[in-house]
């Protein structure tokens, strides 16, 4: 059975950083790409970053581009978003996601397992 | 940034009824379109894969359709348990964008 579970969630002030993991079981991790989509509360689902198989490759949404950093370490089957200089719009719910290829072939099309989520909260 | 437009929300419907769900993207993604659902407190959950391919598992009264910029999303007969928000996600271009949603109701 897939699991993603995630840890390292908490309260910070503005400028302040923190750093998730989610630590993956029940596949081979090293053949998916992997994801990290956030959530606001009350609000709809925001695709943060992801990263290919060996972690060499990273893609970001424009507003978290040089204050967040997705990694993986492969040994120990772990994704990692490292956040920084955090605002009160970063607060959310941080879902870590395996990204699965299209039927085209095209890398990370689609989510298809979640983990349950780390709550961040940024606030002064 | 390919923006994804959701229609309607929310949407009351009763048990039974055939439910459907429309998304707008802002230009052409071919079928590059996922559905997910998601329940109060809950992880999203894969259904519609590449536009109209069902997830394993998932029950045959979803269904997906669509290419280009118009994409629906269908519950044949929709049950209790179809409470939910649904949304849609294009891979057309990075960034990966959603639809605000879809929250469907029982009337």
């Known amino acids: 059975e897939v699991q993603l579970v995630e840890s390292g969630g908490g309260l910070v002030r503005p400028g302040e950083s923190l750093r998730l993991s989610c630590a993956a079981s029940g596949f081979f991790f090293t053949d998916y790409w992997m994801s990290w989509v956030r959530q606001s509360p009350g609000k709809g689902l925001e695709w943060v970053a992801n990263?290919?198989?060996?972690?060499?490759?990273?893609n970001y949404v424009d507003s978290v581009k040089g204050r967040f950093i997705i990694s993986r370490d492969n040994a120990k089957k772990s994704l990692y978003l490292q956040m920084n200089n955090l605002t009160p719009d970063d607060s959310a719910i941080y879902f870590c996601?395996?990204?699965?290829?299209?039927?085209?072939?095209?890398?990370?099309?689609?989510?298809?397992?979640w983990g349950q989520g780390a709550r961040v909260s940024v606030s002064s | 940034d390919i923006q994804m437009t959701q229609s309607p929300s929310p949407l009351s419907a009763s048990v039974g009824d055939r439910v459907i769900i429309t998304c707008q993207a802002s230009?052409?993604?071919?079928?590059?379109l996922n559905w997910y659902q998601q329940k109060p407190g809950k992880a999203p959950k894969l259904l519609i894969y590449?536009?109209?391919d069902l997830e394993t598992g998932v029950p045959s009264r979803f269904g997906g359709s669509g290419s280009g910029t118009h994409f629906t999303f269908t519950i044949t007969s929709l049950q209790p348990e179809d409470v939910a928000t649904y949304y849609c996600?294009?891979?057309?271009?990075?960034?990966?964008?959603f639809g605000g949603g879809t929250k469907v109701e029982i009337k």
């Open positions: 996601a395996r990204s699965s290829d299209s039927q085209g072939g095209i890398s990370a099309a689609h989510f298809d397992s």
């Open positions: 990263i290919n198989l060996d972690g060499s490759a990273q």
């Open positions: 590449d536009a109209s």
């Open positions: 230009q052409d993604i071919s079928t590059y």
């Open positions: 996600q294009q891979y057309g271009n990075l960034p990966l964008t």
